[in-house]
């Protein structure tokens, strides 16, 4: 049985289908991508997975056979399934250290607070925030520290399987470079991983299995290297040759 | 193994408790530098309003939602006084907790239909049920005194001491210890897990139920939690002013509480109580300029405001930052030097 599996999940805004009966599985320990054009779906279809801000207009979502779909956001967080978001995104009020602190008190719900605050020091250390930042304020940080600081906080809450959100947008080569490691080791720890972006490179490195979305629905699926070869997604991304005149 | 890590980056309880412990001794000294009972008066209700504005500092500064409706806890907390002890007939002591517990319930009340609601809207319905508890009492005249109040409430008692005619000595440390107990309440709920969840939630609402926490949970803890002191408060009002008048719902008292809250800076807890100080005392001294004084005070705060958008906290934040700075710079300078 698969870790996360989607079942013919849509979404409405009105007449528009941002996402429309899109099914797929993620097995455990596996890193999956998510790619596509803008606008073709891929933050929808994470929004309503894990119920943030919303869920499903129809469809189903099960979390290791149990059905998620219609939970809050927050009772989905403590079933182990974390996310992050496309921007860079803190408790800018709170220090490293309690951005950290939330994820593993509430995510991870762990009540005692030296064990809470081993699991916060121990995911900032995991993620290159050492000790001589716990203290800074969130909103004093770089993009990056941020994106980073943003992992932290999922980690501690130890999920079984982490959405990230592209979390390559707004980042300098060489910490794209150091954000592809840092999920490497993320899925070494054995957290199941669901990956969007739409700078391919980034996919290819990482994904073991890869679905293309285009105009909310399924455009191929399958390894990466034979993804990518799909004629419908190479004139998705880069549009169909013109015929010589 | 577990390792502790405590606070980085904040006070530690240690330091705090210090800091609490001086400042309350430094307040509990003015009756003895102040012996006139219109001075401790002016005292008593710098607390009361030190307890209020700082409770409001917890929904408003830390939890971020725009509760308008705040300064009617406080009226509920003075009308369930006046009624519990009234006409129920209840010990004083006894009704002073049961109205902070009362407030606490409208409170929770309140939060049904603000949960899913954002900024402005949130205003409109608080607004609107503090002018729907205001005209609730007001309809129930044969109770309450609709527009006349409620007279000769009971007061509170301390053994046999007179507390009429010991120059407000024991209301003085009554309401110190009201404030005390609200201080440290609100201290200790911001400093952990709950009051990390409550900035968080304010910060960034997506994010935080991201990390598992429930937004009605959270709302309803923010404003329950900012509602009993604030329910007690209106309570020894009642007890002292032995009264209570629809006034308190009015936006005139309304006003001077965010004032408060504002001025000291938002998100403090501290700088609420200093503002009360401030602007209560700084308002007696004006008292001779008649219709200027509320015009020179709004200048004031606007001026503070400007200056410092952090408030008198930032103030007080930056005035210990550059002495701090001048101090470690005089150190090197001092020590003898090194030869050979």
Known sequence: ?245 | MTRPIGTPGRASWKEEAVGMVLGLVVLALLPFLFTDTYSRHVLIMVFIYAVVASNWDLSLGYGGVFNFGHLALFGIGVYAYGLLTKLAGLDPWLALVASGIVATAAAILVTIPILRLKGIYIILVTFGFAQLVMQVILSQSDYTGGTQGMVRIPGLYWFDHNMVRDGKFAYFFLALGLLAASTLFLRVIVRSRIGAGIVALRDNEEYAIARGISLVRQRMITLAASAFFTGMAGAFYAAYQRNASIDVFGMSLATIILSMVLLGGTSTIYGAIIASFVLTVFAELMADFGAWRPIITALLIIVVMLAYPTGLAGLIRAGWAATAGRLRRAAPAARPARTG
């Open chain 1, 1 to 245: 049985m698969a870790l996360l599996e989607v079942q013919e999940v849509a979404k409405a805004f009105g007449s528009l289908k941002a996402v429309d009966g899109v099914s797929f599985e993620v097995e455990a320990g596996e890193i999956f991508g998510i790619a596509g054009p803008n606008g073709s779906g891929k933050s929808t279809l994470f929004n309503i997975v894990t119920g943030i801000p919303f869920g499903p207009d129809r469809g189903r979502v099960r979390l290791d056979g149990v059905e998620i779909q219609g939970r809050s956001g927050n009772a989905i967080a403590k079933l182990g399934l974390a996310r992050t978001f496309q921007r860079e995104t803190s408790f800018d009020g709170l220090t490293v250290f309690e951005n950290a602190l939330i994820g593993a008190t509430y995510g991870g719900s762990v009540r005692a607070t030296a064990l809470a605050e081993e699991r916060a020091a121990e995911a900032l250390e995991f993620v290159g925030l050492g000790a001589p930042s716990f203290g800074r304020l969130a909103g004093e940080l770089s993009v990056f520290e941020r994106k980073c600081l943003m992992l932290a906080t999922a980690v501690a809450m130890q999920p079984r399987i982490l959405l990230l959100d592209e979390p390559a947008s707004s980042l300098t080569k060489p910490e794209i470079e150091a954000s592809i490691g840092l999920i490497r080791r993320i899925a070494a720890r054995g957290i199941t991983i669901v990956l969007i972006e739409h700078v391919l490179t980034f996919l290819m490195s990482l994904s073991q299995h890869l679905m293309v979305l285009n105009n909310g629905q399924v455009l191929a699926r399958g390894r990466p290297a034979e993804v990518i070869a799909d004629s419908r997604v190479v004139e998705a991304y880069l549009g169909t040759r013109r015929p010589a005149a």
